[in-house]
């Protein structure tokens, strides 16, 4: 199967208007879009989502800023779809990501800083599986090979 990731337009990133100009960064470069909704949060499935992050003292505001507005959930695939949809997210914390990239061009606070995005193909299938048990929608661009060499 083909890599994927988890992409997440975060509250913000909904009030502010900004999720066809995240939509198009993605679907511009090339990868192909499997799953997309948007979607209030429970607390609890925030505190499932960062539950690697439950110690650290900004949990609370960050699962609070989550559960604030609706987000929307996409999954994208393509290759190496995780590292470069990392690139593309830029840094964590927005005074770090580079201009060019989404947080390095819509963010200047790292408790608002737009998306998320996998940070290893193992927790991408982790969140996939989270926040698609419904399964997501097998498909194959005709610009695949116009896209990828093989
Ligand atoms: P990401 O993978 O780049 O999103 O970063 P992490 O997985 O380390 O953290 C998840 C999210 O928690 C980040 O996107 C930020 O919104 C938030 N966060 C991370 N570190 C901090 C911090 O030091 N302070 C605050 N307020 N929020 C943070
Ligand atoms: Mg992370």
Do not use: C
């Amino acid at each position: 199967m083909a890599e994927q990731t988890f992409i997440m337009i975060k509250p913000d990133g909904v009030q502010r208007g900004l999720v066809a100009e995240v939509i198009a960064r993605f679907e511009k470069k090339g990868f192909t879009l499997r799953g997309l909704k948007l979607q209030n949060v429970e607390q609890a499935f925030a505190e499932k989502h960062y539950e690697d992050l439950s110690s650290k003292p900004f949990f609370h505001g960050l699962v609070h800023y989550i559960i604030s507005g609706p987000v929307v959930a996409m999954v994208w695939e393509g290759k190496s779809v995780v590292t470069t949809g990392r690139t593309i997210i830029g840094a964590t914390n927005p005074a770090q990501s580079a201009p060019g990239t989404i947080r390095g061009d819509y963010a200047i606070d790292i408790g608002r800083n737009v998306i998320h995005g996998s940070d290893s193909v193992e927790s991408a299938q982790k969140e996939i599986a989270l926040w698609f048990p419904e399964g997501t929608v097998q498909w194959k661009s005709s610009l695949h090979p116009w896209i990828n060499e093989q």
